[in-house]
C-alpha cells in the first residue's frame, strides 16, 4: 500500500518534474550531501517539502553557474542557525560576484558572436560566401593572392582589378 502522503510533502517523480532535474540526479544530489531537507515516508520513499524544493532549485543555480560541488556541500554542511548566516553570506556574495563577471565576459562574447551575425548577413547581402572572406579575415593568415593563401572569387576579382589598372 502506498504511503499516505503529508499534503505539502511531494514524491521524487514531481519535484523531478518540477526542476526538469532527473531523478537520478536528485538522488545523487542527496548521497553527495548537497540536500539536507529530503525526508522519508513510512515506506522509505523520499518526500520533499517545499522547503526542500526551495533548496533544491538554489543549488540548481549554484550548480549552473559554476559553484563546485564541494562549495556546495561546504554550504550545506555550515548548517543553519544564526551562528551560520555570516558564513553563508560571504560564499553566497562571492559566488554573487563570479556570476557578475560571469555575465560581463558572456555581454562581451554575445557582442562578438552579434558583430560575426552582422558580417554574415552584410556578405549574404553582397552576394559573397563566407568563405569569400577567409583569406583576409583570419588572424595569421596570408594576404589574399599570395603562394599558400586561399583564392576566392573575391580575391581573384581584386586580383584581376588591380592587373588591369
Not at 10 to 27: K, N
Request: proline content about 4%; some cysteine.
Amino acid at each position: 500500500m502506498a504511503d499516505s502522503p503529508e499534503p505539502d510533502r511531494i514524491g521524487i517523480r514531481a519535484v523531478s518534474e518540477l526542476t526538469g532535474l532527473s531523478i537520478d540526479t536528485l538522488r545523487w544530489y542527496e548521497r553527495e550531501g548537497l540536500l539536507p531537507l529530503v525526508e522519508r515516508g513510512t515506506g522509505g520513499r523520499r518526500r520533499y517539502s517545499p522547503a526542500a524544493i526551495r533548496f533544491i532549485r538554489l543549488v540548481q543555480a549554484l550548480r549552473r553557474t559554476g559553484m563546485s560541488v564541494d562549495d556546495v556541500r561546504a554550504f550545506v554542511r555550515m548548517g543553519s542557525g544564526l551562528e551560520w548566516h555570516d558564513r553563508r553570506t560571504d560564499l553566497l556574495e562571492r559566488h554573487a560576484a563570479a556570476i557578475e563577471q560571469q555575465i560581463g565576459q558572456l555581454r562581451q562574447d554575445l557582442a562578438v558572436v552579434r558583430e560575426k551575425i552582422a558580417h554574415h548577413r552584410d556578405l549574404k547581402r553582397r552576394g559573397l560566401d563566407c568563405e569569400d572572406e577567409i583569406g583576409t579575415a583570419a588572424p595569421g593568415a596570408l594576404p589574399a593572392g599570395e603562394a599558400g593563401a586561399p583564392t576566392t572569387r573575391a580575391t581573384r576579382a581584386t586580383k584581376d582589378r588591380n592587373e588591369h589598372a
